[in-house]
């Protein structure tokens, strides 16, 4: 037999052309064929064109705005995530079960009800809106709710799996070699936890930067002031303005593009270490 | 309690404080949202939600929203097998650029998603004078909101089916054609019920992910009331003309049935640990 065996297994299994061909076929028609009309777009556009669409001052605020409330956002679940995700997997409590179905809300509820039960919550007449001291909803602070509303899942569901697999018996050993908890919690596990943490906090910021539906509702979309970048496309686009549009979705696409690449590098990171313990 | 037990978790005052604070941020931050719907939908009794229904607009936008789920389920379900069968069982060069590549849609914002289809489709688009010479609608009708629903919700299928696939390994289906099966008889019989759970849990994630579409839909629907409003844009133009109460009334409908697909989620996924030895 010249084949190596590899190669053999491979034979027995059928079915390689025929899943290629499908596969290759429904992702060039559905994913990538519209992205290289969006790359011809901003192919014809001449570099000063391009520049002044994208660099403008409101589209500019516009990215403040959207990477600072992501940001924001991101830094609260990543904080409140790792409580959530420790508390569900190291403690027995009654409704611990229904809590940890309950993480993935936000996954399964349309953003535009999540949007518009966070206006009411928040708004002057809302349970909380009334409540607070300071203004949430039409400010930033109201973008950076709904971001965190959108992004808790992207933490929570990256750091649980970790949590689990630290095995027990390494917090023991630390314990019996003499150190404390607070020194076990801060020595041994929080190293552990970094990349998963990194990595959830990285996926929420990257669907923070491009939610759209959670934060119209609640935003207020004055420009300069509470309009996120996906918003500002949407202008353009009603505006017929499609070369704009289309400037500020290939910079959008650029950051989201290098934040996927250093997600799968973390990922990578992460797969490894789950393998070794 | 011995000391080892003491530093390998922490004192009970810490627990109850921590999953007192645990309960309070998701209460806040994911209840209370969910909660909000019901009551703003329930407020002015049950017969002014039930009159929300009678609008044929919305049972229009249902009936739409509903259309284009069952497509892009149905496509996305066909390239998932596909993909997840090419991608665990056999090596091939480019491997990892076509995984990077299915994982695309996930980091793109839907604003961008839909952007595409109209640079492609519309009238300024690439496309769009060969498309209105021939009298072919796409954007701003139902085919444009078929294709940004699969674009979204495109690897949804395919990474529920890969992960298990990639767990599960190729000894059945090997014995399974040593024995004399032939390629399609080793797929129904061995592989599909191998990965029924994946496979349920893809489907009704990719389901509730497109009944909610919001951000993509919104600039490839052209918003006409309806004809080509789903069910959330619906919800939209309800709440931007201060009819709250309808707004909220449509907006339980979509909770109920992402309330049903976490269920139905948390159930499969019980399933799934049980099966596994």
């Not at chain 1, 009309?37 to 064109?49: E, I, N, P, S, V």
């Not at chain 1, 953003?111 to 009334?130: E, K, N, P």
């Not at chain 2, 991608?87 to 076509?98: I, P, Q, S, T």
């Not at chain 2, 289809?117 to 690439?126: D, H, I, P, R």
Request: charged share 15%.
């Amino acid at each position: 037999m010249s084949a190596t065996p590899a190669a053999a297994r491979q034979r027995l299994l059928p079915g390689f052309g025929l899943s290629m061909g499908l596969t290759l076929a429904h992702l060039s028609l559905i994913v990538l064929l519209p992205l290289v009309a969006l790359g011809m777009k901003a192919a014809g556009l001449t570099w000063a064109q391009f520049w002044a669409a994208a660099a403008s001052k409101r589209v500019l605020a516009s990215y403040r705005l959207s990477f600072g409330t992501s940001f924001a956002a991101a830094a609260v679940n990543a904080v409140f995530g790792l409580l959530t995700a420790w508390v569900l997997t190291r403690y027995r409590f009654p409704g611990r079960k229904l809590l940890d179905a309950a993480i993935d809300l936000p996954f399964a509820l349309p953003t535009a009800v999540a949007g518009i039960a966070l206006t009411s919550l928040y708004g002057q007449q809302g349970w909380f809106g009334r409540a607070l001291p300071f203004k949430v909803a039409y400010t930033p602070t109201g973008i950076t709710v709904a971001l965190v509303f959108i992004g808790l899942p992207f933490v929570v569901r990256t750091l649980q799996p970790i949590l689990e697999d630290l095995g027990r018996d390494v917090e023991e050993a630390a314990s019996s070699l003499g150190a404390s908890r607070w020194q076990i919690i801060r020595r041994v596990i929080f190293p552990e936890l970094g990349p998963a943490l990194l990595t959830g906090f990285a996926l929420a910021f990257a669907r923070g930067m491009g939610e759209y539906g959670s934060v119209v509702f609640i935003s207020g979309n004055m420009p300069m002031r509470t309009e996120i970048t996906p918003l500002l496309i949407i202008t353009k686009l009603e505006q017929y303005e499609y070369a704009q549009a289309t400037a500020i979705a290939v910079v959008m696409l650029a950051i989201s593009f290098a934040l996927l690449l250093a997600i799968n590098q973390l990922q990578r990171r992460l797969a490894r270490r789950l393998n070794h313990v | 309690m011995s000391d080892v037990q003491a530093a390998s978790s922490e004192p009970r005052w810490v627990k109850a404080a921590l999953i007192t604070v645990v309960l309070a941020f998701l209460g806040v931050a994911l209840l209370a949202p969910l909660a909000v719907v019901f009551f703003e939908a329930f407020r002015q009794g049950l017969r002014v939600y039930l009159k929300a229904f009678q609008d044929p607009d919305a049972w229009a936008a249902v009936r739409l929203s509903l259309v284009a789920m069952g497509v892009a389920v149905g496509l996305n379900t066909v390239f998932g097998v596909a993909a997840a069968w090419l991608l665990a069982r056999f090596a091939f060069r480019g491997k990892g650029l076509l995984l990077t590549l299915i994982d695309l849609p996930f980091a793109i914002s839907p604003v961008i998603a839909g952007l595409v289809f109209v640079l492609l489709f519309g009238a300024q688009g690439w496309l769009g004078p060969w498309l209105q010479d021939h009298d072919v609608r796409i954007v701003f009708a139902l085919p444009g909101i078929v294709l940004a629903t699969t674009f979204v919700t495109f690897p949804f299928v395919a990474r529920e089916l890969l992960a298990t696939m990639q767990t599960q390994g190729t000894e059945d289906e090997e014995a399974a054609r040593m024995l004399g099966a032939g390629p399609w008889r080793t797929f129904f019989r061995i592989t599909l019920p191998n990965v029924r759970y994946a496979l349920f849990t893809g489907i009704v994630l990719c389901s509730a992910r497109a009944l909610g579409e919001f951000g993509a839909v919104s600039v490839v629907s052209g918003h006409i009331r309806g004809e080509t409003n789903t069910l959330p844009l619906h919800i939209e133009i309800l709440y931007n003309e201060y009819q709250f109460t309808a707004a909220f009334a449509c907006a339980s409908l979509l909770s109920l049935t992402a309330l049903v697909a976490l269920a139905v989620k948390a159930f499969l996924e019980r399933r799934r640990s049980e099966q596994r030895p």
